[in-house]
């Protein structure tokens, strides 16, 4: 069975960065296409970035040049590095493979 446990969200300052986890079970990364997504309050669920096992990377036009997928094969783990974090970033964000989801993991970007 299939499990992904994000972390690292948080509360940022306009500018800030953090590092999002997404420790899975069940799929061995390297093999396997992964995502991030968020959904901001009131709003559809978005896509934010992707990994194949190739290790190319898709990035949504509003992630590109800040943002930073990448996955740690020997702790079978995905991230996602944020900089340059704007207060419209503020959403809860998910790991996605295929239709597996973890519980999400909240980012606010305030001052």
């Known amino acids: 069975q299939v499990q992904l446990v994000e972390s690292g969200g948080g509360l940022v300052q306009p500018g800030g960065s953090l590092r999002l986890s997404c420790a899975a079970s069940?799929?061995?990364?390297?093999?396997?296409?992964m995502e991030w997504y968020r959904q901001a309050p009131g709003k559809q669920r978005e896509f934010v970035a992707s990994?194949?096992?190739?290790?190319?990377?898709n990035y949504a036009d509003s992630a590109k040049g800040r943002f930073t997928i990448s996955t740690d094969n020997a702790k079978n783990t995905v991230y996602l590095q944020m900089d340059s974090l704007k207060p419209e970033d503020t959403a809860v964000y998910y790991c996605?493979?295929?239709?597996?989801w973890g519980q999400g993991t909240q980012v606010t970007v305030s001052s």
């Open positions: 996605n493979h295929l239709t597996y």
């Open positions: 069940g799929i061995i990364l390297r093999f396997n296409y």
């Open positions: 990994i194949n096992s190739d290790a190319s990377t």
